[in-house]
């Protein structure tokens, strides 16, 4: 998948919307579809239309008829390749209490860095409460998360006002290092020429979140331009490094661990977590 097909990807909206009206009046009969079975009835329209459907906008919609889940795919970034976990029927939430792999839970990467002191790097709340309250001048980026929604800001963008509405509202809210804002690379001099595997929460045209890792070593600098390439509107790091490790559950149920040098994984303070919709 290239940025090309990424971003055409969402042109199809009369056809969508037929398909969504054929999903919901066989929904009374079949409360839930597996990808499998979505993809057939998406083959059928595109086969006699002629034309591809993939609107992620318009996927969301079918959230509460599909088996709640995480696709993996990989995408070419030009420069490394990038594996994309996309959540289907789930819902993004913040955590400083280590995430136990129950039946609920689906998706779960580390967030926020860790000090040296173990300690969450800079400005942290969790559902209105405030778990760090010191912000990081040289943190470049935020991100605000609620149940339906996320936001990736900049550093100029956090004042005490936002601040205020974010607790007000019980949102979660953590600090890093922003990467690329509205499709253009934003420089980040904390990692210089080290080579790393690199993970980002990105967010593609039309409000579509997904978390993306790079399947080698690569630079920050090379990384940044690899989510340019497939086409992120705006993205933000996550920690990695020895503080690495998530995981998510596959098609079997089975817990597939992701990352590398996971030395520090004892000591990680906050993750991200993919959760059932209640």
């Not at 097909?5 to 009206?21: D, E, G």
């Not at 696709?71 to 976990?85: A, F, K, R």
């Not at 001099?189 to 993306?212: C, P, Q, S, T, V």
Request: hydrophobic share 35%.
């Amino acid at each position: 998948m290239t940025k090309k097909n990424i971003n055409s990807i969402r042109q199809m909206k009369i056809i969508w919307t037929l398909l969504l009206l054929l999903l919901f009046l066989n929904a009374s009969a079949q409360k839930s579809l597996t990808d499998t079975e979505l993809q057939r009835k998406i083959d059928s329209l595109e086969k006699s239309s002629g034309k591809s459907i993939s609107d992620p906008k318009l996927i969301k919609n079918l959230y509460p008829i599909i088996t709640p889940h995480v696709i993996v795919e990989n995408v070419e970034g030009g420069i490394c390749t990038i594996s994309l976990y996309t959540p289907l029927g789930l819902t993004i939430r913040l955590s400083h209490i280590r995430p136990d792999f129950t039946p609920e839970n689906y998706l779960c990467v580390p967030g926020a860095y860790t000090s040296i002191h173990t300690q969450i790097d800079g400005l942290y709340i969790e559902d209105g409460n405030v778990i760090s309250d010191s912000i990081n001048n040289k943190l470049t980026g935020a991100c605000i998360l609620s149940k339906d929604s996320i936001q990736i800001l900049g550093l100029a963008e956090i004042n005490s006002q936002l601040i205020s509405q974010i607790k007000l509202s019980k949102k979660s809210f953590f600090q890093q290092s922003l990467l690329v804002k509205n499709n253009q690379i934003v420089p980040c001099d904390l990692f210089h020429n080290k080579e790393n595997l690199r993970r980002a929460l990105i967010e593609f045209k039309d409000n579509y979140f997904l978390i993306g890792e790079s399947q080698r070593r690569v630079t920050i600098g090379e990384y940044q331009e690899a989510l340019v390439n497939i086409g992120a509107i705006n993205a933000i790091n996550l920690d990695m490094g020895t503080w690495s490790e998530g995981w998510y559950k596959s098609h079997s149920s089975e817990k597939i661990t992701v990352g590398e040098k996971m030395f520090s994984t004892n000591k990680q303070t906050n993750w991200i977590i993919y959760t059932r919709q209640e």
